[in-house]
């Protein structure tokens, strides 16, 4: 019974914008460390990734506007053509809201099942506009979603220790 | 009236799908101004700055480990092989000595030569330094970017070289980076010559980084393995005379018009972290008027052709 309710207080943990903010400018950074190659089509979308959590964890604090955002900003370190970046994560981000309930309800590991279908459809607007652009239809970045969806769970638990508050040992219980 | 009010304490803004559908209209109208009229590089040139602030940090993040191992080493082993560089070195400035008198008087010469011919100096160009900051993350763009700016005079369209060759140019300026389209970016086009015959011809990037194509040259031409290709210096954009690539496929199919003939760069488009930009290029003349329309007409193709 008490497992239960820790289950289900887990959304209820507290995260501070600063918190919130702060993983988004790490993803950032991993996205814009210099990957190389093969390396590179293989990277997993730290941004697209920590956005997604944050849109299903906390779908009413962070939301389409902070992923147009984020997405810009991405543009820019790309010198790719705004709004590329930012209509993928717009439609990344209103997926993890519209299925927020659904993708929490799943165990944690059939929960990367869930999320792949929404990195597909998000990479697959921006490779549309990649296409629409330049003629060429880069597939090699699908392994990129494949990736960023088996990293969902580490991700995920690892944002999900990081919020929870630590209780003090010597505290009488 | 209290109902409204309670109503509103779980009023939470737009619906998702209303947000939704303002970013996604937002983002198109973006492409769509940035890809139509390029009148955004304000707004992204200052949003670059904090953005390359922070990757030029990931990226030091990330070499600063190997920097500090390369420091430690040569501090360890620094003795003896500086002995044996500095040797070396002193060997090579005497060669070098010696070939820079000789070119010293060639160019003594050439300049007498050419003042015989009335033709002005244009081997000669003021060339600036630059290291390649960061590697555009798209594998299907070949783009660097180099460490210097607008704050050191660089503008778009100077051509950025190394010491064999020609390695792209630059097609977008920052305060402090510039980003460097390679040759070998897709349908990036240079206008070349062979330089055993004259032969005028275009190269074009293939989007892979070890291989140029030379197409629409008929199967006839006169092209062998092994040719060099140098600038022509037509468009303007690219000085005359610095090496681009060299041939090393050529397939003659009698079915089709046109010859599939491959080539590598010389420049070591992809190895070097040291670049140099050219800068001060002389102007062309003005195209004559009376034909303008055409001429014009031209002009913006191969001024497409050139920018992917």
Known sequence: MSEQLTKDNEFLLPASNTFVYSTMLAALMLNWLPWEGFWLALRPDFAALVLLYWCTYKPYRIGIGIAWVVGILADVADSSVFGQHALAYSILAFGGIMLHRRIQMFEPLEQPMQVFPLFLLSYGAFALVHWLMRGVFSWEFFLGCLSSALLWLPMSMLLQSMRRVRRNPNELS | ?308
């Open chain 2, 1 to 308: 009236m209290d109902q409204t009010q309670s109503f509103r304490f779980f009023n939470r803004g737009p619906s998702p799908v209303a947000r939704l559908v303002f970013f996604v209209l937002l983002s198109l109208f973006l492409l769509f101004v940035d890809a139509r009229y390029r009148s955004l590089e304000v707004v992204r040139g200052v949003l670059a700055i904090p953005v390359q602030a922070m990757q030029r940090l990931a990226t030091s993040i990330y070499t600063q480990p190997g920097i500090w191992w390369g420091d430690l080493s040569n501090y360890i082993d620094s003795q003896g092989r500086l002995a044996s560089e500095n040797q070396q070195l002193h060997m090579q400035a005497a060669e070098n000595a010696v070939r820079l008198q000789q070119l010293e008087v060639l160019q003594m010469e050439n300049a007498q030569l050419r003042k015989y011919f009335d033709i002005s100096q244009h081997a000669d160009y003021p060339v600036q330094m630059a290291e390649i900051f960061s590697v555009n993350s798209d594998i299907f763009k070949r783009k660097v970017f180099i460490d210097k700016g607008t704050q050191k005079n660089v503008a778009a369209g100077q051509v950025v070289i190394d010491e064999n060759g020609v390695v792209g140019q630059i097609t977008r300026v920052y305060p402090w980076l510039s980003e460097v389209t390679l040759i070998t970016d897709k349908d990036h086009a240079v206008p070349v010559q062979i330089l055993r015959t004259g032969l005028r011809a275009v190269v074009f990037g293939s989007g892979n980084i070890s291989n140029l194509s030379l197409r629409y040259m008929p199967i006839s031409s006169d092209i062998q393995v092994g040719d060099e290709l140098v600038t022509s210096g037509i468009d303007g954009t690219y000085p005359a005379g610095i090496p681009v690539a060299k041939i090393n496929k050529i397939e003659r199919d009698p079915a089709y018009p046109f010859a599939i003939i491959n080539c590598t760069p010389l420049a070591g488009v992809d190895r070097h972290r040291q670049l140099m930009i050219i800068s001060g290029l002389n102007k062309a003349p003005e195209i004559p008027a009376n034909d303008g329309k055409q001429v014009e007409s031209k002009g913006k193709k191969a001024k497409k052709a050139k920018q992917p």
